[in-house]
């Protein structure tokens, strides 16, 4: 019988990504499977998980999730060693579903140092743009559900919903110039479809723990977190405008996300952050954040997309 492409039945999708994912702990491919539970019910057109069998051994899988802003992201690329050359060919036709579903960027997310899969997206077509460090940090709780604006040092924290799309489009597009934090990404990102993923079907104009950062009335960059279940906080984006750097607004825009948390009943902070975004990575340590994994970011070519 010759090696067969097909799609991964729902019912075998959690012993699919514990096979993908096989480095990962149980409790974090139970994460993996509810995200992909989560992107598939946003966007039931999404491609499932692919893989190659033969003699109903698995050779190869992968799969791919496509989130608000019609950002897709490949995930889960591995083969067996003798098996590899299975791998791009599953990474592209899953591109294909893609953008055949509508996303129009393309990036894959994949365990640090993990050679197999990247030759097999450098196969595909991806380039390398970045090691992304994931950051966690232990909180004291004080509840409340304070999300008002308020003031932290010499900063005020104005909410979103004060503020039209437009506008925070136009701020997020600031703090990307001269930027350290996967400066090659952000020039491949159009900021309407930024901040509908940072947004991840929210409503900016509802009570989110979402701010717009100004110093003597002018706006000089932006907080956005989200709260996830069982008390977890998550940095989604923190920026600050290039006119803005050096003057040590970093460290109180983190010392204020930690406090905020806090009282919103968090206990974790979760972030990400570029590891040659040096001043980022420097503000994280001083604060105590542990590494938690560090992934390589790689994204889709524009030649690679023009291929049939």
Same mark, same amino acid.
């Given at each position: 019988?010759?090696?067969?492409?097909?799609?991964?039945? &729902?019912?075998? =999708? &959690?012993?699919?990504?514990? =096979?993908?994912?096989?480095?990962?702990?149980?409790?974090?491919?139970?994460?993996?499977?509810?995200?992909?539970?989560? &992107?598939?019910?946003? +966007?039931p057109t999404a491609p499932g998980p692919l893989e190659v069998v033969e003699h109903d051994r698995r050779l190869a899988g992968a799969y791919l999730t496509i989130a608000p802003g019609r950002v897709a992201a490949v995930s889960g690329v591995r083969a067996l060693p003798e098996h590899t050359a299975h791998g791009p060919r599953i990474v592209r036709r899953l591109i294909e579903q893609a953008s055949a579903a509508g996303a129009t960027q393309i990036q894959a997310i994949v365990d640090r140092n993990s050679n197999q899969a990247s030759d097999i997206l450098t196969a595909a077509g991806f380039q390398q743009m970045a090691i992304l460090k994931h950051l966690w940090l232990q909180l004291p709780r004080h509840e409340s559900t304070e999300t008002r604006q308020f003031n932290h040092g010499p900063l005020e924290f104005v909410p979103v919903s004060s503020f039209s799309r437009r506008r925070i489009e136009n701020l997020i597009s600031s703090t990307f110039i001269d930027t350290l934090d996967c400066p090659a990404v952000n020039?491949?990102?159009?900021?309407?479809?930024?901040?509908?993923?940072?947004?991840?079907?929210?409503?900016? &104009?509802?009570?989110?723990?979402? =701010?717009?950062?100004?110093?003597?009335?002018a706006e000089i960059g932006c907080l956005f977190l989200n709260i996830h279940a069982e008390n977890v /906080?998550?940095?989604?984006?923190?920026?600050?405008?290039?006119?803005?750097?050096?003057?040590? +607004?970093g460290r109180k825009i983190v010392e204020a996300a930690c406090h905020r948390?806090?009282?919103?009943?968090?206990?974790?902070?979760?972030?990400?952050?570029?590891?040659?975004?040096?001043?980022?990575?420097?503000?994280?340590?001083?604060?105590?954040?542990?590494?938690?994994?560090?992934?390589? /970011? =790689? +994204?889709?070519?524009?030649?690679?997309k023009q291929k049939p």
């Open positions: 019988m010759l090696a067969q492409t097909r799609e991964v039945t &729902r019912s075998q =999708w &959690r012993e699919f990504l514990a =096979w993908t994912h096989y480095q990962l702990q149980s409790y974090e491919v139970d994460g993996m499977y509810a995200e992909l539970e989560k &992107r598939t019910s946003q +966007f020039e491949l990102r159009d900021p309407k479809c930024v901040l509908e993923t940072f947004l991840d079907g929210q409503n900016p &104009r509802m009570n989110i723990p979402w =701010w717009i950062i100004q110093d003597h009335g /906080a998550e940095l989604v984006y923190m920026g600050l405008a290039a006119q803005a750097r050096g003057k040590g +607004f948390c806090s009282t919103l009943g968090c206990t974790i902070l979760v972030a990400a952050v570029d590891n040659r975004n040096l001043p980022a990575v420097h503000i994280y340590d001083r604060f105590g954040f542990q590494t938690h994994r560090e992934l390589e /970011a =790689w +994204f889709l070519t524009a030649a690679s």
